[in-house]
């Protein structure tokens, strides 16, 4: 086969990839693949990826966007309004030695801790899912990713280096916080596995970690220097500690 005509485009072969691509052009596509095996190879490792994901995460993508999320896009409502729906998505929390379970439908004001790892599991779980749009910013366009970050939620965000732990920078993006703007970003792993640390203005501090989980991803917060962070991945909890750690002593190394 020759190149076709019209050059083939990356967001043709995403596309491609995800059978979204005109039927007019599938076979321009793989005549292009057929002569540029670099891009073969490269079309058959976001195959793998995708399938990775599918198989962890499909019953998730299945599921409705939470109204809250819907209802944040519109105004920020009081979350004392809102929390006794979501305290019912965390299943436990452990900090320290000691052990505690959120109560279904509690009446109590949520905490800081509460907050923020109900908002980072819920980004968590909506975005590693992604395989074309996980993020607003690429990772390769860190130093751009990092001012805007910085700028839009007015502490320094700083993406942390996480090679020792296999871990490269998909890029992020700008959420929602509980009090604010909070800066989303994203890692992953040669495997596909995904990890992403959240992070927002916090009144509390609390240096030391505390876990929380939701089905099958698990959290560690903790909140210093005005500023909270979570760190989500997968149930492996040494694993996730292991990947928490590392951003934690950047964090603390960069002044938060």
């Known amino acids: 086969m020759t190149d076709p005509k019209i050059p083939v485009t990356e967001d043709e072969l995403h596309a491609y990839v995800d059978n979204e691509l005109p039927a007019e052009r599938r076979g321009d596509v793989e005549a292009w693949l057929s002569g540029h095996p670099d891009d073969a190879e490269r079309v058959q490792s976001w195959r793998t990826m995708a399938e990775a994901l599918h198989a962890r995460y499909d019953a998730v993508a299945d599921e409705p966007v939470p109204a809250r999320l ?63 749009h996980p993020v607003e910013v690429p990772g390769s366009e860190l130093t751009h990713l990092q001012q805007w970050l910085t700028k839009r939620c007015g502490w320094d965000v700083h993406a942390p280096e996480l090679g020792a732990t296999g871990l490269k920078l998909v890029g992020g993006r700008l ?62 909890r040494e694993r996730l500690t292991q990947v928490a750690r590392l951003v934690y002593d950047q964090t603390e190394k960069s002044g938060g």
């Open 70 to 132: 819907e209802i944040e896009r519109l105004v920020r409502q009081p979350r004392r309004l809102i929390y006794g729906a979501i305290a019912a998505t965390l299943l436990a929390f452990i900090a320290g030695s000691g052990a505690g379970w959120l109560a279904r439908g509690a009446a109590a004001a949520p905490s800081t801790f509460q907050n923020f790892t109900v908002d980072a599991l819920d980004a968590h779980r909506l975005y590693v899912v992604e395989v074309r």
């Open 175 to 236: 959420l929602p916080g509980p009090t604010g703007p909070a800066s989303f970003l994203m890692y992953e792993s040669a495997s596909g596995e995904r990890f992403t640390i959240y992070t927002a203005r916090a009144a509390d501090e609390m240096t030391q970690m505390r876990y929380a989980s939701q089905d099958k991803d698990g959290a560690l917060f903790w909140a210093d220097h005005g500023v909270g962070y979570v760190v989500s991945g997968g149930s492996d």
